[in-house]
């Protein structure tokens, strides 16, 4: 077997592994977004076709007489142009006292009435940020009571489990006398000290047999320290005065043959 | 690290204990090799396929022994020849020899002449048969070295869940996630093996039994030769 047999299979190997590799590193994600499309739109705008067409002019006659007839007839209509035009200006010159007067007062009571549109506003906008405002504060107050009350559940929780845990170390040296029948319950009242270590227990619930109750006693000084306890203790020193330092436990009876 | 970014493959891998990362290097490269040998493996088989079929056509037209002998000795001195051209140059050298000699008797020649046939048999059956016992335990064994890497990983991350206050499937899912990368390395490592080594050994098992038949054929012919004379 000649070694050069070797070297496509193990270019194209190489190859395909590489691509392979590629296509996983770069295609994991199956759900990618979906890509938004814009619409298209088409911009129109409105043409009017003007007549460009011009008619044309005829062509002028020239007449000397009728010129000067004519010029004759224009320096009178000149004349009364003037006339009128020095009437209309008198005219015009009242007319414009009266229309500035008129204006004056339009213009002040304009600025009345943006005075009493500003103030409107103000006031308008003044509410609407008063009402965002306690919109605003209602929210916080409910993030925040969500808050507390997760914690609460987390806290909850931490506690269920420390009691959990202390339960279990206790009834793993428990030792049942024999007087003991099932459905016996004892409860009693545990006090720590941040160190984990129990400082008093009492039986706040006899279950009618004192040697049940002295075994569970017992049980609870066999045991001695809890480091559950120094944990929570430790992170968390406000739920362990809260919750942990008088811990009540119930003990029952359970699964024993007879 | 976001979370997008933890749970891209590379991600997965890289937050691999090193046990599993080894164990994943192991199946790319049982894949790679693999694939090395099924190429190689698909290239030499066919082309012996072909070889074999383009040589028994030459044969059985009615070409001279000694004329398809003389052919193939400008191929044989470049760089040896494969398949069943080998097993014909085989037997036709030994029988030549062993007439030129002429000492010996008809069977003795024939007895000679298929021992030499057999010799070059079973050197092609070994060519034939290269490699494809690695492509079986590959792909009988990598299952299993991904599931090794699964199962240590996901020890791993119920350990880890051992230690938490809360346990939610958000903790050990990545955990189980990159330890299933090695079960799937492991099988995309084996289901090709698997399948190229039965498709190679049967492919392999035909090649040696036409050239069986083969050299059957040309000592039948060369039996008639040693009488006949």
Redesign the interface.
Known sequence: MRANSYVLPVVVSLLFHGLLIAVLGFGWEATEEPERTMPQFVQAKLVTVDATVKKKKAPKKVDLREKRRQQELERQRKAEAEKKRRAALERKKKAEAEKKRKAEAERKRKAAEEKARREKERKERERREQRERERQSAFDEALEDEEELLDAREDAQAVMSIAQAIQQRIEAVWSLPPSARNGMVTEVRISFVPTGRVVAADVTESSGNAALDRSVLNAVRKVEVFPEVKDLAREEPALFEREVRTTRLIFRVEGLRQ | MNA?EQL???GLIQNASLLVQLVMLLL?LA???S??????RG??LSRARKALIKFERRFWSGADVNQLFREGNARAER?GTDGVESLFRAGFTEFTRLRQQGRSSPEAVMEGTERAMRVAMSREQE?AE?NLPFLASVGSVSPYIGLFGTVWGIMNSFRSLATM??ATIATVAPGISEALVATAMGLFAAIPAVMAYNRYSAKAEWLLSSYETFAEEFSSILHRKVHSS
């Open positions: 997008g891209s493959l590379w790319l894949s790679v090799i694939w090395v040998m099924i190429i190689q290239f030499y760089g060519k290269m206050h809360q």
